[in-house]
């Protein structure tokens, strides 16, 4: 644990803070699989509703594409709302957003624009920015001891979040015809509306006068070994995952493969990512942050390895199931890891900056990886992979021989 970690002892914090605990993770956890499913449905239909609205067929993944850049853009102005108004705050907002997607994508379909699904999309990357820092409010709620875990199973709504999307989508998307998906859409905004429910319940502490200051300059906390290496390993999971996730469904139909086998891969690396997390937090308690990163980006290795054995089915299945499982190890190993680079009245501008790198590399790696599939086929993808996690090995290696920075 590093010296910002050590230097707030458990001892000396106020038992009121975690009284709340359980019933605020519990309402974290049932809103994470529910605006998850938010998630889902936009990548189950996005591409489908931009091949019929855009102007060109060129342009029929760009709302996917703007819902990531969505993730990354709305990050930093999420984590400054909780830093001035509370993190309860920032989830309401984000709620709003989940709302917005919903009616905005439903008229866009009604009406035939585009552009205005585009928008749409954005606003649910916001939304799932907001989302995604649920895991760290999950680690307020708690003492220190308890925080790996707290976080781990907020991420585990991510389970049912796989099984919510799908369904919500083969429910409702015939039921407003001729305008395929449009309740979809509606039904998607009612989810986001039953989240702020859920979400006006939850119990979290004002900030304090310490933590709308801010702390130490970003700066100084940003130049730790430790949080560089948290970072570089956040980084490096989610943009393998996305890159290869993104990929395989393209490749496999490349390959002759059906429709159908991509999708139950893609169930399968979805159900990969987020159920490990009931005991990822219980592994990190046990054997430490690091050793469970580290594990992770083996896990991503080993599926560039299956993958590079052939293109039958099982192969494409098996390096997906392995890329949710690294992903789901390195990415709670590294979150986990951002925990101890920062004093409390730091929280959430550091963490807001640890996401918006992340996802601004997804947006990059999202972006590169199906036109590296067509140019260079399924192996030359799998092969770059092993690039960024040579890279997060060595900071790993590197890492080791520094002390935790003095907080």
């Not at 409010?137 to 001891?145: E, L, Q």
Request: proline share 5%; aromatic share 10%; glycine share 10%.
């Amino acid at each position: 644990m590093s010296d910002a970690a050590a230097a707030q002892p458990a001892s000396s914090e106020p038992s009121s803070l975690y009284q709340y605990g359980r019933s605020n993770v519990v309402r974290l956890a049932v809103v994470q699989a529910l605006a998850g499913a938010n998630s889902v449905v936009v990548f189950a239909t996005g591409a489908i509703v931009g091949h019929t609205l855009a102007p060109t067929p060129a342009l029929a993944t760009l709302p996917i594409t703007i819902f990531v850049v969505g993730m990354a853009a709305c990050t930093l102005p999420s984590g400054a709302i909780a830093q001035r108004y509370g993190r309860r705050a920032a989830f309401l907002a984000g709620t709003v957003c989940g709302v917005l997607v919903g009616l905005l994508a439903a008229l866009a379909v009604v009406i035939g624009s585009f552009w205005l699904f585009c928008a749409a999309t954005f606003f649910g990357g916001a939304y799932a920015a907001v989302v995604l820092s649920f895991r760290f409010a999950a680690a307020d709620c708690v003492p220190a001891d308890k925080q790996p875990r707290a976080l781990s199973l907020v991420m585990a709504g991510g389970v049912f979040a796989g099984v919510i999307g799908p369904q919500l989508v083969t429910h409702t998307m015939y039921l407003w015809m001729p305008y395929m998906f449009a309740a979809t859409f509606l039904a998607q905004a009612g989810v986001a509306a039953l989240s702020a429910l859920i979400l006006a319940g939850i119990r979290l502490p004002k900030p304090t006068a310490a933590e709308r200051a801010g702390g130490r300059p970003l700066g100084l906390i940003a130049r730790q070994p430790r949080f560089i290496v948290a970072v570089a390993c956040g980084v490096v999971s989610y943009l393998l995952m996305n890159f290869l996730m993104t990929a395989a469904p393209l490749a496999m139909q490349l390959c002759g493969l059906s429709q159908e086998s991509a999708n139950l891969g893609l169930q399968w690396h979805v159900i990969a990512m987020y159920a490990p997390s009931f005991f990822t937090g219980s592994l990190i308690a046990r054997y430490g942050a690091t050793s469970i990163v580290v594990t992770g980006l083996g896990l991503i290795g080993a599926s560039a390895v299956v993958g590079l054995t052939g293109i039958e089915v099982t192969q494409f299945w098996a390096t997906l199931v392995l890329l949710g499982l690294g992903w789901n190890f390195g990415f709670i190993g590294a979150s986990a890891m951002v925990l101890e680079c920062h004093r409390p009245e730091e929280k959430t501008r550091v963490q807001s900056l640890n996401d918006f790198v992340v996802f601004g590399t997804m947006a990059f790696g999202s972006l590169l990886s199906g036109g590296l599939l067509t140019a260079y086929g399924w192996s030359t993808v799998l092969w770059l992979s092993f690039v960024p996690l040579t890279l997060a090995f060595i900071a790993i290696a590197v890492s080791r021989s520094f002390s935790p920075a003095r907080a």
